[in-house]
Nanobody, 127 residues
Framework: QMQLVESGGGLVQAGGSLRLSCVASGRTFSSCAMGWFRQAPGKEREFVAAISWSGGNTYVANSVKGRFTISRDNARNTVSLQMNSLKLEDTAVYYC????????????????????WGQGTQVTVSS
């Protein structure tokens, strides 16, 4: 079973940048599509970005498109989220997730599609 551990969260001023990383255990990482989701207090979990097992396909939510970039390094069992031009509304707990499915944009954006989840890392954007 895959274990996911996120890191890189913290406090940053609006307009600044953060890079989140998620390290996975096990040999099956390369066969999993990976995603980033976030959840703010009082709100439902929201899709942020996803990447196929090969890294050849990515899907980014409209709310972060042009600011966030998802990438993966299968040799290091790592998926990353580069966050630039951060806004106050980006404040949330960010979760890394994985699922052993073939790439599909609709399925990749659905949190119900993911079998494995990390514990989350807090991102706080201040004015």
């Amino acid at each position: 079973q895959m274990q996911l551990v996120e890191s890189g969260g913290g406090l940053v001023q609006a307009g600044g940048s953060l890079r989140l990383s998620c390290v996975a255990s096990g040999r099956t990482f390369s066969s999993c599509a990976m995603g980033w989701f976030r959840q703010a207090p009082g709100k439902e979990r929201e899709f942020v970005a996803a990447i196929s097992w090969s890294g050849g396909n990515t899907y980014v939510a409209n709310s972060v498109k042009g600011r966030f970039t998802i990438s993966r390094d299968n040799a290091r069992n790592t998926v990353s989220l580069q966050m630039n031009s951060l806004k106050l509304e980006d404040t949330a707990v960010y979760y890394c997730a994985g699922t052993p499915i073939f790439w599909n944009n609709i399925r990749a954006a659905d949190p119900g599609s993911y079998r494995y989840w990390g514990q989350g890392t807090q991102v706080t954007v201040s004015s």
